[in-house]
């Protein structure tokens, strides 16, 4: 389950959490926890109004407020608007959520316990179904490509991008809307054990879409998705993807991912490390995407710094070209690219994706590499 | 690109196994039972299709779904020769409620749970060694959108084998707001009768392993399958809209490379709701035109219930027997079809002999909208 890079890019990324309107801002507040005072909570009227979402959950909201932002992101949704300006048939839905609609099942369940079936309202019978999130973005928008739920625990929202990606790559569409999102109440603080404040209230999205269509309708790529892998632990995973060792620009890491002992870390200890699940609380199912908007806001700042230095965190990360004079820029060096890992050894897998610069955000290698950080940090 | 089907398994409330699953559809046997698990006191509705596997009635247990599932990929997982080691073959999962139904005894009654268990990549990894575990959770066609996405990663070459399951148990949230909805509460599943009362929810599990065409691997594989499409009505929550299915199969015909005239069997789907089965039926019509009586016609929600995530792939299964030996189980219940479906060549009361049977076209649809449309083809025999 490998993609070629390149082929697949990002051309719109949406975030409905508080605190962080961007991926730039994500990105520092990663980078630089907020003390103090918890922000609001996200304010889903705000983006998408109040009628006709009464019935909705939360986390349908939340979706709809971060797909709508991805796709306006796009360039596919125009700033007043809803319809998507390419045909309805060329975009897929891929919605990431473990504990989405644990609520309405839960609830439900005890409401008949106390009283009984007739008593229900008929309005939760959509939200009884996993896949009401994706549904209702599909609906919003007039998205009629494949339309996939994806709860598969710690690396949901990453598989959910690989999916998208999937689905690109196979010709199925030629983009697709790609969403995690997770809530808390009651039932979930319940069942996972956890208070309210330490879980993420929140959604990202990102537009993943062939560079080629793309590139058709002219609208600019922020990212292209590299490889993808699902392995049996953290270690195995890393080196599927970045074999021999080599050091990516910077590492989003699982959720709070705690460094072992010097010899079981799978990545240099040089490369900056972010977890994003520090700035928004625990992220489940909405993880992967979250750390992909994240990067996509590395990628940008590294761009912006084009050449100097991809990350001043990053120490010696600029020195990592490994081209000598006229060497051709593909590959691109895996300084330079984002690896993001969800899922640690204590889940079912661990899944890592590499995020890399577009073609024209990645400048011409410099004429000569003192060293390859790999040897700074041995 | 075609694939080949080289193992299968299935469990439902009328059986354990493929074959003896076929035999009881093709014996008319059903699988409606007065609820088990649930206090029937709470509900109009009294009647699902279960797998009466509970230590006692009224009481559940959390995590039977994990069970079957596991039940029915060993078989496929045999049957294809894998064994018991999946730690290379990815694993596709759909299903429409998860272990929902171990989360609500977990929150409701304090019954242990790990929600981690939630998705169902934990169990398959114990029981074999899998980790490229992907659980889907699509509704009703959540197993043959699985499919669709297995095809494609052995269409574009980046797997040789796929494992596809699909599994789901009844939630007391999902069978409770059923009820409150119907008008009447069904005592049977009618698929496609005038006087069809609404849908009862079934137990079930099904999975297939998937594989490259390669040459000389066709004689011992069940099947092939032929295409399979997968879109999004993009119009409605919960109800079916007849134009999104028509696409749906158009695309699943024209992907395969075949016409309406080309299909011997369809595996309907066929839940006995109102909304379903006219929507169905009206889109079955428009695609088949003047060909809408030539292939045999069959749901076999009758028998099962309505397995929702894992529906798909056990009808998909049951057309490939049908296929391979010539039978095809009956739709029980119906006794005057509804008038969009009055020219469909239903096989009603016994299972027939259906003769020289060669392609056949399976439907799954969800809440959503999310529409699935396989097409498959006999094995050269």
Redesign the interface.
């Known amino acids: 389950?490998?993609h070629g890079p390149g082929e697949v890019v990002v051309t719109g990324v949406g975030l409905a959490v508080p605190g962080a309107g961007t991926p730039e801002a994500l990105l520092r507040r990663t980078a630089c926890p907020v003390t103090g005072p918890a922000p609001e909570p996200f304010d889903t009227a705000a983006r998408i109004g109040r009628r006709g979402h009464r019935y909705k959950d939360r986390a349908t909201r939340l979706a709809l407020c971060a797909a709508l932002e991805a796709l306006r992101n796009a360039g596919l949704i125009p700033p007043e608007g809803e319809e998507v300006t390419v045909p309805?048939?060329t975009v897929g839905?891929v919605a990431s959520s473990?504990l989405g609609?644990?609520d309405?099942?839960?609830l439900?369940?005890?409401a008949?316990?106390e009283?009984?079936?007739?008593d229900?309202?008929?309005m939760?019978?959509?939200n009884?179904?996993?896949?009401?999130i994706?549904?209702?973005v599909?609906?919003r928008?007039?998205?009629?490509?494949?339309?996939?739920?994806?709860?598969?625990?710690a690396t949901?929202g990453l598989?959910a991008v690989h999916?998208g990606a999937?689905?690109v790559?196979?010709g199925?569409v030629r983009r697709a809307v790609v969403i995690g999102v997770e809530t808390h109440n009651a039932?979930v603080e319940?069942?996972?054990g956890r208070s309210g404040g330490e879980l993420l209230d929140g959604a990202a999205a990102l537009v993943v879409e062939g560079a080629r269509w793309a590139e058709a309708r002219g609208a600019r790529a922020v990212a292209a998705l590299g490889p993808y892998e699902?392995?049996?632990g953290l270690g195995g995973c890393v080196e599927a993807l970045l074999p021999d060792g080599a050091a990516p620009g910077v590492w989003f890491t699982p959720e709070r991912y705690a460094e072992g002992p010097a010899g079981a870390v799978p990545v240099p200890g040089t490369v900056p490390r972010y977890d994003v699940t520090g700035a928004v609380g625990r992220a489940s199912g909405a993880l992967g995407v979250l750390q992909c908007a994240a990067a996509v806001g590395w990628l940008a700042r590294a761009g912006a710094g084009a050449g100097a230095g991809a990350d001043p965190e990053a120490g010696v990360g600029s020195a990592a070209f490994e081209a000598g004079p006229g060497a051709v820029p593909d590959p691109v060096p895996a300084s330079r690219q984002a690896l993001i890992t969800s899922g640690d050894d204590t889940?079912?897998?661990v899944a890592g994706l590499l995020l890399l610069p577009t073609p024209d955000r990645c400048p011409p290698p410099p004429a000569r590499a003192a060293l390859i950080s790999m040897e700074c940090s041995r | 690109m075609s694939q080949l089907v080289t193992g299968a398994g299935a469990v439902a409330s009328v059986g354990e196994g493929v074959d003896e699953v076929f035999r009881a559809l093709c014996a008319g046997t059903s699988g409606l039972g007065e609820l088990r698990g649930f206090d029937r006191e709470r509900y109009r509705t009294r009647h699902a299709y279960e797998i009466d596997d509970r230590p006692a009635p009224g009481t559940d247990l959390p995590g039977r779904a994990t069970d079957w599932l596991l039940r029915a990929v060993g078989e496929a997982a045999a049957q294809a020769g894998l064994g018991e080691d999946l730690s290379e073959v990815p694993v596709l999962i759909g299903t429409g409620l998860r272990e929902l139904r171990s989360a609500e005894l977990a929150w409701r009654d304090g019954t242990p749970f790990d929600i981690g268990r939630l998705h169902f990549g934990t169990a398959l990894r114990t029981r074999f060694g899998a980790v490229r575990t992907h659980t889907f959770s699509g509704a009703c066609s959540a197993s043959l959108y699985a499919l669709a996405l297995a095809a494609d990663l052995l269409t574009t070459g980046a797997e040789d084998t796929v494992v596809v399951a699909g599994v789901d148990t009844l939630t007391e949230s999902m069978y409770g707001l059923l009820d409150r909805v119907n008008s009447e509460p069904p005592d049977r599943v009618r698929p496609f009768d005038r006087d069809r009362r609404g849908v009862l929810m079934g137990d079930g599990a099904a999975a297939v392993v998937l594989r490259r065409e390669d040459p000389g691997a066709e004689s011992r594989a069940l099947g092939r399958v032929r295409a399979v499409s997968m879109n999004c009505d993009a119009n409605h929550v919960t109800a079916p809209d007849p134009q999104g299915i028509a696409r749906a199969v158009h695309e699943a015909q024209w992907r395969a490379g075949v016409k309406p005239g080309d299909i011997d069997l369809v595996l309907l789907h066929g839940t006995g709701t109102q909304l379903n089965d006219a929507a169905e039926a009206a889109a079955i019509a428009e695609v088949f035109g003047r060909e809408v009586s030539g292939p045999l016609m069959t749901a076999i929600k009758c028998m099962t219930g309505h397995t929702s995530g894992g529906s798909g792939l056990l009808s998909l299964i049951v057309a490939l027997e049908s296929l391979a030996s010539g039978r095809v189980p009956p739709t029980l219940g119906l006794a005057e079809p509804l008038p969009e479906a009055e020219a469909f060549r239903f096989v009603r009361e016994e299972a027939r002999e259906g003769g020289d049977l060669r392609v056949a076209q399976i439907d799954a649809f969800g809440f959503g909208g999310v529409n699935a449309v396989a097409i498959v083809e006999r094995a050269a025999r």
């Open positions: 389950m490998t309805g048939d839905v473990n609609n644990l309405t099942a839960c439900t369940a005890a008949i316990a009283r009984s079936a007739v229900l309202s008929p939760s019978l959509p009884a179904s996993s896949n009401v994706a549904s209702w599909a609906i928008h007039g998205l009629r490509g494949p339309n996939l739920m994806l709860c598969n625990g949901s598989d999916w999937a689905l790559a196979a199925r039932v319940d069942l996972l699902r392995r049996a889940a079912d897998a």
